[in-house]
């Protein structure tokens, strides 16, 4: 069984900072891509960041140069580091992972709880 859980998510005023964490663990035999995504009330869940197994990053535009994703291989975890926060990034922040279980033959997609992110203006 594989889970992904989140953390650090909470409130901030706006042009603060949050670092987003997301550990994988459970039967993983390696890990492909590993990302973060979120969803605003109603609306749709949208990437936001990416990393690949091989260190390659994409960004949404509306993030660039604002948020950074970095990873973790050893500890199988993905982080989100989130700089000048705007209330239009309020939304739940969901982690994603592309996992290869052991013993298994192809790499399935799971993915976090969520965690809440609330930027006040």
């Known amino acids: 069984q594989v889970r992904l859980v989140e953390s650090g998510g909470g409130l901030v005023q706006a042009g603060g900072s949050l670092r987003l964490s997301c550990a994988a663990s459970g039967s993983i035999f390696s890990i492909n891509a590993m990302g973060w995504y979120r969803q605003a009330p109603g609306k749709q869940r949208d990437l936001v960041a990416a990393n690949t197994s091989g260190g390659g990053t994409h960004y949404t535009d509306s993030v660039k140069g604002q948020f950074t994703i970095s990873r973790d291989n050893a500890k199988n975890t993905v982080y989100l580091q989130m700089n000048s926060l705007k209330p239009e990034d309020t939304a739940v922040y969901y982690c994603?992972?592309?996992?290869?279980?052991?013993?298994?033959?192809?790499?399935?997609?799971?993915w976090g709880q969520g965690t809440q992110v609330t930027v006040s203006s």
């Open positions: 994603a992972a592309s996992i290869l279980r052991d013993y298994s033959d192809y790499h399935e997609d799971y």
